[in-house]
């Protein structure tokens, strides 16, 4: 059996540009929360997101211009830009910028998207209502498609492998890393870049989400305690922007060349809950399932995983998944570390799962659990420790990070330690 | 350099990134500024929004230089 391993990370998300930067400020437990700057969203139920720190570059703030030309920008949604950096970061980190051409026949790209490119289409429909259909440009399609940033990415770098997109809402980046993760096994590429973006802190955007009442609405005056996932007081999640993508590789292909190994992926599971549009079943019984399922994979019982990333999402459904987590565990659930890192970065819909998979990645790195922010009056009692405000450093061998999207589609990443 | 010139060749120089020097009467857009066929259709449309013209889809297909694009909006006025 092909074994897969991750060899490089990238990050853009509310915390700031970059890998380190990002993981630094997690583990301090800062928020990236703050009032929507990028358009008068007074209007609006709510007001307030995780927006990425646009800035000059300096201070881990995220300067577009560093990653893609000003006249190639304009022809690209947000979310391709985000996901272009991430990566840039996570090739240039493997060393993959420029392999051998037999080396990129063999390296694919499967980088998706929740809702892609959502801003643009609205601003075109209303352009085509006010001027009319002759002034769509010729970039709004290809600009907008949720597949356009693994076409993006391939044609920059020169990668010929699988080039695919998942799509699977808040699941987006988990399946399209655990997928991935299947076409490397299964012998269809030695390397693939794999994750996911999102670009849709925008009117449509946060009407959208506030309409299916979903996101928080509390909290304008203090938008930094928003996220407050497992808190009595939560009341919706906090919309987040940005994206993750990792480098994945076959553990031999990695080791020949001397890369550095920073985790390896053992295990993936994938279920549905056949229930409801955007609920959650009550029961729980899909997120177990794929929990489950991906444990079945790597051959391991409960009691071997140390860390949890959990979906926690700051809604009534994180009592759903902690009582699933609970369930699964069993007597194990005392020995656990489960954090909601949405607490800081609010929730990236499909980039969700990709940067909560590389959080997963760097707690076994550094050996050290990120916290659970806001975290005060916890609504229900747990055996699990959840890290309330505060980092845990300890043993962590194996981590399990979680997703579970609209339609009710879960998926679960398994990682392990490499010795 | 008449007006309209400039005012072509300054939306050229922005919508393909290129110097300005290079933007010579017969520098084609695709064999000489690195435009693509979706690249040319959009600068068609720069054109219509900037002249308030309407450049017809047979006509675009023969603007191919910055000088053939200069003398169709020339003409065009």
Request: proline share 4%; net charge negative.
């Amino acid at each position: 059996m092909r074994r897969v391993v991750v060899t490089g990370l990238g990050l853009v998300t509310p915390l700031g540009c970059g890998v380190e930067t990002t993981w630094s400020r997690l583990l301090e437990g800062r928020s990236g929360a703050g009032t929507i700057t990028r358009f008068d969203a007074s209007g609006l139920a709510t007001t307030y997101a995780c927006e990425v720190p646009f800035g000059d570059g300096a201070d881990g703030s995220f300067n577009p211009d560093d990653w893609v030309a000003p006249k190639e920008r304009r022809k690209i949604d947000e979310f391709i830009v985000y996901g272009l950096a991430a990566a840039q970061q996570a090739v240039e980190q493997a060393g993959w910028s420029d392999p051998a051409e037999a080396e990129k026949l063999r390296t694919g790209v499967m980088i998706g998207s929740g809702i892609g490119g959502l801003n643009s289409i609205a601003e075109t429909a209303c352009l085509i209502r006010d001027k009319g259909p002759r002034r769509v440009s010729p970039f709004f399609i290809p600009g907008s498609l949720i597949n356009l940033i693994s076409g993006q990415v391939s044609i920059r770098y020169g990668f010929k492998g699988p080039n695919h997109a998942v799509v699977t809402a808040c699941s987006t980046g988990a399946h399209a890393i655990g997928d991935a993760a299947r076409l490397i096994r299964d012998d269809d590429a030695d390397v693939m870049l794999a994750g996911g973006a999102e670009a849709a802190i925008s009117e449509i955007g946060i009407a959208g989400f506030n309409a299916c009442k979903a996101l928080s609405t509390k909290y304008g005056n203090a938008p930094e305690a928003a996220s407050r996932p497992y808190d009595c007081d939560r009341d919706g999640f906090v919309m987040g922007e940005g994206a993750g993508v990792v480098v994945l590789e076959e553990y031999e292909h990695a080791r020949a060349r001397g890369a550095t190994i920073y985790a390896e992926v053992i295990g993936y599971g994938l279920s549905g809950d056949a229930y409801h549009i955007t609920a959650p079943s009550e029961d729980g019984d899909g997120a177990e399932r794929s929990m489950r399922a991906a444990l079945h994979k790597a051959g391991l019982e409960p009691g071997a995983i140390d860390y949890i990333n959990a979906h926690g999402t700051s809604t009534m459904a994180d009592v759903i998944e902690l009582q699933a987590v609970e369930r699964m565990l069993g007597e194990a659930a005392e020995k656990v570390t489960m954090s909601s890192t949405k607490s800081m970065t609010g929730h990236l819909l499909g980039a969700a799962g990709a940067i909560e998979a590389i959080f997963s990645v760097l707690a076994i790195r550094d050996q050290v659990a990120p916290p659970t922010i806001n975290l005060d009056a916890p609504a229900v009692e747990t055996p699990i420790d959840l890290a309330p405000n505060a980092k845990r450093d300890r043993e962590i061998n194996v981590a399990l990070s979680n997703s579970f999207g609209f339609g009710g589609t879960n998926a679960s990443v398994l990682f392990g330690k490499v010795a | 350099m008449s007006d309209i010139a400039d005012r072509v060749k300054k939306i050229v120089v922005e919508h393909l990134g290129v110097e300005e020097d290079k933007v010579g009467n017969s520098a084609s857009f695709i064999d000489d500024l690195g435009a693509d066929s979706l690249d040319t259709v959009e600068l068609v449309m720069a054109f219509e929004e900037e002249f308030g013209i309407e450049i017809p889809d047979d006509a675009a297909e023969n603007i191919q230089t910055f000088g053939d694009a200069v003398k169709f909006i020339e003409d065009a006025q």
